[in-house]
């Protein structure tokens, strides 16, 4: 195929896949998306064959990849595997800071079922670009598109065909793409396919369309505030493939950007100065004694316990007050002990109370005693037999008469 008649913009988008034998060297651009996949049939010949008879083609093989000699990547690169049986993808987008500095990354892939490994390297060399960074840039929200997904070369190069159609700028070129749940966004139910979303940044060396520049108009922000679709002319080129929220669309004319320079200190090499040595302490060291401590910590308590003790007993042994208060609480167990020895001995009866004061004919009954009778010396609680020698409690007669 003529290399003259593929678009520029089609180069723009790095995409390596992985090899084998020998660490791969890379050199993408600064202020250009970078993608680099970790297929899993090239990594299976580095794996000995399963003795057992089995389908040894579909392994379950995940990758670790990190920075040699740190415990992760760069800051600028991501990597995204879904499952075990799909592949890797390193991704991201470097800076102007990256240029000339040798990234080296190693990938570590894992056999889940024989539990082998293999390990590779992979060298990024960022170069720098005359065109970096193009002055226009428009991010976009595609909400039907996981990571992964807008990732592969086919989906990404008809995303920015579709960009090219609406926008007509002479360069154009994939700056970054980031996941929505990156951003803040929440993990999709697992109902009715739906998909995570994605952010796509894209730049371009010329001003933004009248289709792009339509969401900024009044009645489009008012329809955005009220939670509704804008109308935007050129949505059609995209619906067909992707589903563009033109709410969240972000433009940026880098031209018309204030930059401001802070003055920050120097971060230093993170490498603590040298200060000599270690020295440890000389074996010939003086033993102590614990005894004179051991004695302090029990002496002490010891010596409190027995004054507040002696106080106390003071008090109440020696003391008028004291010795009162023991009198009066002795006198009190003496009497409740009388008390409780006195009902025991004694028969349990009807009490008075119980008795009928009106027979069934509804005549009043005249009092058990006389006015003349000595009601100091009667008991509360008498027995069944005092009362029928004091007493007895009068019967109806069918004359209606009383009787004694």
């Given at each position: 195929m003529d290399t003259k008649v593929v678009p520029v913009w089609i180069y723009m988008v790095v995409?390596?896949?992985?090899?084998?034998?020998?660490?791969r060297n890379v050199y993408p651009s600064a202020g250009v998306l970078f993608v680099h996949v970790l297929e899993r049939e090239h990594f299976k010949g580095e794996f000995p064959p399963y003795p057992k008879p089995g389908d040894s083609s579909n392994d379950p093989i995940t990758f670790n990849t990190n920075l040699m000699g740190y415990p992760d990547r760069p800051g600028w690169l991501r990597y995204i595997q879904r499952t075990s049986h799909s592949d890797g993808v390193l991704y991201g987008s470097p800076t102007a800071e990256h240029v000339g500095k040798a990234t080296i990354i190693e990938i570590i892939a894992y056999n889940r079922r024989t539990f082998e490994t293999a390990r590779h390297n992979l060298v990024?060399?960022?170069?720098?670009?005359?065109?970096?960074?193009?002055?226009?840039?428009?991010?976009?929200?595609?909400?039907?598109?996981?990571?992964?997904?807008?990732?592969?070369?086919?989906v990404l190069g008809d995303f920015l065909g579709a960009v090219k159609n609406v926008w007509q700028p002479e360069r154009l070129n994939a700056v970054n793409?980031?996941?929505?749940?990156?951003?803040?966004?929440?993990?999709p139910l697992p109902i009715n396919n739906l998909k995570e979303g994605v952010y796509v940044m894209v730049g371009a060396d010329v001003q933004f369309?009248?289709?792009?520049?339509?969401?900024?108009?009044?009645?489009?922000?008012?329809?955005?505030?009220?939670?509704?679709?804008?109308?935007?002319s050129c949505d059609k080129k995209f619906r067909a493939q992707f589903d563009i929220d033109w709410c969240k669309i972000n433009l940026v004319d880098i031209t018309k950007m204030i930059m401001i320079h802070s003055n920050r200190p120097d971060p230093g090499t993170g490498v603590l100065p040298d200060i000599g040595g270690y020295n440890p302490p000389p074996e010939s060291?003086?033993?102590?004694?614990?005894?004179?401590?051991?004695?302090?910590?029990?002496?002490?308590?010891?010596?409190?316990a027995m004054v507040l003790f002696s106080v106390l007993g003071y008090s109440m042994c020696c003391r008028r007050e004291g010795v009162i208060q023991l009198v009066h609480h002795s006198s009190i167990q003496k009497s409740t002990k009388e008390l409780r020895s006195m009902s025991k001995n004694r028969e349990i009866s009807w009490p008075l109370s119980t008795l009928p004061v009106f027979s069934q004919s509804g005549e009043v009954?005249?009092?058990?005693?006389?006015?003349?009778?000595?009601?100091?010396?009667?008991?509360?609680?008498?027995?069944?037999?005092?009362?029928?020698?004091?007493?007895?409690?009068?019967?109806?007669?069918?004359?209606?008469?009383?009787?004694?």
């Open positions: 995409t390596i896949l992985s090899t084998l034998h020998a660490d990024i060399n960022i170069m720098s670009t005359e065109e970096y960074p193009l002055p226009y840039q428009a991010e976009f929200y595609i909400k039907n598109m996981n990571v992964e997904e807008m990732l592969a070369s086919e793409i980031t996941s929505a749940l990156d951003r803040g966004g929440r993990v369309s009248s289709c792009l520049r339509e969401v900024e108009n009044s009645q489009n922000q008012l329809r955005c505030s009220q939670e509704m679709e804008p109308v935007i060291l003086k033993s102590r004694d614990f005894f004179a401590d051991f004695l302090i910590t029990l002496a002490v308590p010891s010596a409190v009954v005249p009092p058990l005693h006389p006015d003349n009778y000595e009601t100091t010396s009667m008991p509360l609680m008498q027995t069944q037999t005092n009362l029928q020698n004091q007493i007895q409690i009068p019967q109806q007669q069918p004359s209606g008469k009383w009787y004694s």
